[in-house]
């Protein structure tokens, strides 16, 4: 199985901050990553696809990057909304596996 | 507008079986697949499998084999999961999720609300 390793765990930030959070895959896989937000209650949400393309109706102030094993999102300006838990996701090989997750916490 | 809606939420005694629903609407039901995926409390997301709605076909993690039965309704455009031989170890938010594929990539664009399975004797 790939293992997906995501970092850090969490993340302490203050509003209209720029935060990075990285996964990082066990063998190489393409573009096959995702990134989706939680929130306790609600289903989750797709931020990026294939690694670097911005999911319909989400806020420009998301952007991912990377290819083959490392990957990045960024929250460039973060607004109040955003403080929640981030999970990347590869989907290059099943079973399709997901990082631990990171949650970004109002400083 | 797309949505998927799931069945409510369900307890189970250990060795018991459970079969959450995910009714689809906003589009063609059979022109894209049905992934599942659960969270258990203080976990991170686990991929549990997916299946066309189209084909049948399925694919899902061994983690799961013996137990797990994907299956769809087309004429309800309705997913179905069920998991046997439940143990504690299984309670968790269900989550159906849309299959939405570019290229070779496979994303979730929309997913169910989720479905608390509780397993306690």
């Known amino acids: 199985d790939i293992q997906v390793t995501q970092s850090p765990s969490s993340l302490s930030a203050a509003v209209g901050d720029r935060v990075t959070i990285t996964c990082r895959a066990s063998q190489s896989i393409n573009s096959h990553l995702n990134w989706y937000q939680l929130k306790p209650g609600k289903a989750p949400k797709l931020l990026i696809f294939a690694a670097s393309d911005l999911q319909t109706g989400v806020p420009p102030r998301f952007s991912g990057s990377g290819s083959g094993t490392d990957f990045t999102l960024t929250v460039a300006g973060l607004e109040p909304e955003d403080f929640a838990t981030y999970s990347c996701q590869q989907t290059y090989s099943a079973p399709y596996t997901f990082g631990l997750g990171t949650r970004l916490e109002i400083k | 507008q797309v949505q998927l809606m799931q069945s409510g939420d369900a307890v189970r005694k250990p060795g018991a079986s459970v079969k959450v629903s995910c009714r689809s609407s906003?589009?063609?039901?059979?022109?894209?697949?049905i992934s599942w995926v659960r969270q258990a409390p203080g976990q991170a997301l686990e991929w549990i499998g997916k299946?066309?709605?189209?084909?049948?076909?399925?694919d899902f993690s061994q983690k799961f084999l013996g137990r797990l039965f994907m299956t769809t309704d087309k004429s309800k455009d309705t997913a179905y999961m069920e998991l046997r031989s439940l143990t504690s170890d299984d309670t968790a938010v269900y989550f159906c999720?849309?299959?939405?594929?570019?290229?070779?990539?496979?994303?979730?664009?929309?997913w169910g609300q989720g479905t608390l399975v509780t397993v306690s004797s």
């Open positions: 906003g589009y063609v039901f059979d022109t894209y697949g």
């Open positions: 999720a849309r299959d939405r594929w570019v290229g070779e990539i496979l994303y979730y664009d929309h």
């Open positions: 299946i066309s709605a189209y084909t049948g076909q399925r």
